[in-house]
């Protein structure tokens, strides 16, 4: 018989928890799914042959159309360049050119090279569910 009363209890404890458990997952977590993955800054690094002629340094360009580089990087006579700061998603282009030490004798563009920036996934995994009590003591 004390079982009987027991039971009842469980139940309606069981329910009210679920209650508080949905509750709080609509006043704190559901707003969040109306934003959108959280973009974080990459960086891509670039390596290439010099030239076989004489040259005293490069210069890197990029941008985020094909052949319209709206970023420029004289990287001097390094061969392998880090860029930093690429928003995620976004598709760069990269082509390097080689300068004479007077700087008024530039080469050619090197073939262009192209990149998508990951995005990285920051959202937090599922909310588990049918959390029990089993047993207590």
Same mark, same amino acid.
């Given at each position: 018989m004390w079982n009987n009363q027991v039971v009842p209890n469980q139940v309606f404890l069981k329910? $009210?928890? &679920? &209650?508080?458990?949905?509750r709080l997952f609509f006043i704190l977590v559901f707003p969040f799914c109306f934003f959108p993955l959280i973009a974080q800054a990459g960086e891509v690094t670039l390596a290439w042959d010099p030239p076989s002629t004489e040259h005293e340094g490069f210069i890197l360009s990029y941008g985020t159309s094909s052949g319209l580089y709206s970023e420029t990087q004289? /990287?001097?006579?390094?061969? /392998?360049?880090? !860029? #930093?700061?690429l928003d995620a998603g976004q598709t760069y282009f990269f082509a390097v050119k080689a300068y004479n030490a007077n700087q008024n004798?530039?080469?050619?563009?090197? $073939?262009? /090279?192209? !990149? %998508? %920036? #990951? /995005?990285?996934d920051t959202t937090a995994p599922d909310i588990p569910k049918s959390v029990q009590i089993i047993s207590s003591r």
């Open positions: 329910s $009210r928890r &679920s &209650s508080c458990v949905h004289d /990287v001097g006579t390094k061969t /392998v360049y880090t !860029v #930093p700061n004798d530039d080469s050619p563009y090197s $073939r262009e /090279v192209s !990149v %998508m %920036m #990951p /995005v990285l």
